[in-house]
């Protein structure tokens, strides 16, 4: 009879009957054995006894385990019921665990280790290196305690197993305080090693510099003394209260609606007296080279931030410089292609940033109550390094800070033409209204570009999907099989035991494909020269995303269909607009973004393993939430391409989530790109830029969409449908 173990949330491992004469190990048959294997939290001695749990003296598991244990029956701890708390705790500690598996690939084990997960014992969630070291300690000393940024979880590593295993007992479900005097339980967890990936190294964007102690103490109090924030707003300089800060503007009124500066009504006054000194030493020093003729003065309080921005190309010159009042704070520094440097900017420092870092670089403060910062106390300004096993928490400060610029008197001429409001004579296309205009586009947008960036594309394009592979591999023996867009051939040569033939509208890639000694030439995807009916299957991967209206798509996807004989089958992904789907954000998503290494470049390309990392939002236009698409969307001609006539394509930004299924995705072209050509705003990224810029046209498919397309296809069923890292997927069979 299978008896109701005490504690709900769990499972028995097994079951036995103690038969006459038999040892110990056996148990009566209204017990349940658990193991820590599954249950590592019923290792705790305490613990057990709470729960009516009692050990075994032997079980099946290996010698190096920790014991198993019997939760005894209801007739030997009649007296004892678990309350609501421990309940709950018992199940908090399961299911971090599970988490930890689920979101991050972090694997416990149920043996002793030297090294222990801390789930709710990191910086994402307000525990610093400050308050955990010192609890940890108290099992002993700690080898190395790696605090990931932005996780709510930290690894420890002691000296031997032993003082590993008393923070196990003793600590488990351990409550501390965390800055905030929020209460935080700490669950833990045995892993194989404490170890974390680090980020590669990281350098000041181009033109930034930060001096420290660029004042003393005494002209910091007399400064910030000098700013008024209680006086009329309608006094001479401007003084605005803005939702994450407040602000007040000298010389010249920054206008927020246009980011821009009126220069013909400066305002009256110039800048305060207290300023012209101490920008006459910077001069002199040779920290600036012009003097300023425009104050911004921000004042932050903790939780408080400023979106990522660039100055107005227009509106003020090259060099900007801000000093930083009262508080230190960390600033976020963007690169268009995704790469984020974070830099700590001292109390009392100056930031200067000119050339590339005042251009093409967004900078702003992320609004929170906390900094992730080194926690060396050597370490003051510069980048915030990746060293796991040296950052900790930083509580912010009320932060005053005196930006200064000159405003502009002419056209900017920088040498970032894609950036610059100034030299954007050409506009971002518009979505196309007819078939020849989306030809156009696609031309423009799609083979052109990857003409240009073939070799860069291919050399990132070298791990082949696994659902894709699992579908060529169940595919019969001497199958013919079209790659219809094949890209550099990842996939031809993935089962040896079909005919695959692939066909792309890129000759460069089709000539690496040829390198590579697989069969494919240049071809529309919308009109293949293959007979009818020839093929056992076709692929077509992140293809259809590029044509610029749902008709196109919808033709793209006949013409596969054309191509295969009854029962033959179509597997067909596309990029998703959904790049977070069941609260798991993809890869795109996930990927480092403060990698300078070796980067796979922006693509729904393979899908790797679950790591979280912080979403930075785009600053594009929010799209108002729609209905699932259906089949009639399709039959009246597309209800997408109707929505967004006139309106110009976005040009997205690398890594964050889509606002619009229509954008433009930058392609950062690394290396030579082997042809000489002038500087276009929406082209290449202009000669000067070490690395152009390209931009594709995408379509990302909403929840449903290629599915209601798909089905406005008469001769086809859709066999399977499912969401693969970012992807929309379907596989089709022809009827």
């Not at 181009?206 to 707003?233: A, C, F, H, R």
Request: aromatic letters at 8%; proline letters at 7%.
């Amino acid at each position: 009879m299978k008896i109701r173990p005490k504690v709900k949330s769990l499972k028995p491992l097994h079951t036995v009957t103690r038969q006459p004469g038999t040892a110990t190990p056996y148990l009566a048959t209204t017990s349940h054995t658990f193991c820590p294997k599954s249950y590592p939290l019923l290792s705790r001695p305490d613990l057990l006894l709470t729960f009516g749990v009692s050990p075994v003296s032997e079980c099946h598991h290996q010698p190096e385990t920790l014991p198993c244990y019997t939760a005894m029956d209801s007739n030997r701890q009649s007296n004892y019921k678990l309350n609501k708390t421990e309940k709950k705790f018992l199940r908090k500690q399961i299911k971090a665990r599970h988490t930890l598996l689920r979101h991050e690939g972090i694997e416990t084990v149920s043996y002793a280790t030297q090294s222990l997960v801390v789930a709710n014992g990191g910086l994402g969630n307000g525990v610093s290196r400050n308050q955990l070291l010192p609890v940890l300690e108290t099992c002993g000393p700690v080898d190395a305690l790696l605090m990931p940024p932005n996780k709510p979880y930290s690894f420890v590593s002691y000296k031997t197993a032993e003082e590993s295993k008393k923070a196990y007992v003793t600590l488990n479900g351990k409550e501390i305080v965390d800055d905030l005097g929020q209460k935080i339980i700490l669950y833990f967890n045995f892993v194989e090693k404490a170890q974390w990936k680090e980020l590669g190294l990281q350098a000041l964007p181009p033109g930034l510099m930060v001096v420290e102690e660029i004042i003393s103490s005494e002209d910091e109090k007399m400064l910030l003394e000098s700013i008024n924030w209680t006086e009329d707003t309608g006094n001479q300089n401007v003084q605005k209260s803005l939702k994450h800060r407040r602000v007040k503007h000298f010389g010249y009124e920054f206008h927020y609606e246009n980011n821009n500066v009126d220069r013909g009504k400066p305002l009256p006054g110039g800048l305060p007296d207290i300023c012209d000194s101490i920008l006459e030493k910077w001069l002199k020093e040779g920290h600036i080279k012009h003097k300023p003729d425009q104050l911004t003065v921000n004042q932050y309080e903790p939780g408080h931030g400023i979106p990522a921005h660039i100055d107005t190309h227009s509106a003020f010159e090259d060099e900007i410089v801000s000093l930083s009042l009262g508080s230190e704070v960390v600033m976020d520094f963007k690169h268009p292609d995704g790469i984020t440097v974070p830099v700590m900017l001292p109390r009392r420092s100056l930031l200067v940033m000119t050339g590339e870092s005042r251009y093409l670089w967004t900078h702003g403060i992320t609004p929170r109550k906390f900094d992730t910062v080194q926690a060396s106390k050597g370490h003051k300004s510069g980048i915030i390094t990746s060293d796991v096993g040296d950052l900790t928490l930083s509580k912010r400060g009320i932060r005053t800070s005196f930006t200064f610029r000159k405003v502009r008197q002419t056209p900017c001429n920088c040498s970032y033409p894609l950036v610059c409001d100034s030299q954007m004579k050409a506009t971002p296309p518009s979505f196309p209204e007819s078939e020849r205009e989306a030809s156009q586009l696609e031309q423009e947008y799609v083979h052109r570009v990857y003409e240009e960036i073939a070799g860069h594309f291919s050399s990132t394009r070298h791990t082949p999907w696994p659902h894709v592979v699992e579908f060529l591999k169940a595919l019969p023996r001497g199958s013919l099989v079209a790659d219809v867009g094949c890209g550099n051939g990842k996939y031809l040569g993935i089962n040896k035991e079909l005919y695959m033939i692939g066909c792309d509208r890129s000759q460069s890639l089709v000539d690496i494909c040829r390198e590579r000694h697989f069969q494919a030439f240049v071809c529309d995807a919308l009109a293949v020269p293959i007979r009818g009916g020839a093929c056992d299957a076709c692929v077509s991967i992140a293809v259809i995303h590029h044509f610029a209206t749902a008709e196109r798509r919808v033709a793209a996807l006949q013409e596969l269909v054309r191509l295969l004989r009854p029962g033959g089958k179509a597997l067909v992904y596309v990029w998703a607009m959904e790049q977070e789907y069941n609260k798991k954000k993809s890869k795109y998503l996930r990927e480092n973004r403060m990698s300078q290494g070796k980067e796979e470049e922006v693509s729904s390309d393979t899908p790797g393993p679950e790591l979280l990392v912080e979403q930075v939002p785009d600053t594009g236009h929010k799209e108002p939430a729609c209905r699932m698409p259906s089949v009639s969307d399709f039959q009246e001609g597309g209800r997408n391409s109707r929505e967004v006539t006139n309106s110009k394509l976005p040009v997205h930004t690398n890594r964050t989530s889509f606002h619009s299924q229509d954008v433009l995705v930058p392609w950062h072209l690394k290396g030579n790109p082997g042809k000489d050509k002038p500087a276009e705003p929406f082209g290449p990224g202009g000669s000067h830029d070490p690395s152009p810029v390209f931009h594709r046209f995408y379509h990302v498919f909403r929840e449903g969409e290629l599915e209601a397309a798909c089905q406005t296809l008469s001769n086809v069923r859709v066999l399977r449908s499912y969401y693969d890292q970012g992807n929309w997927c379907v596989i089709l069979e022809k009827v």
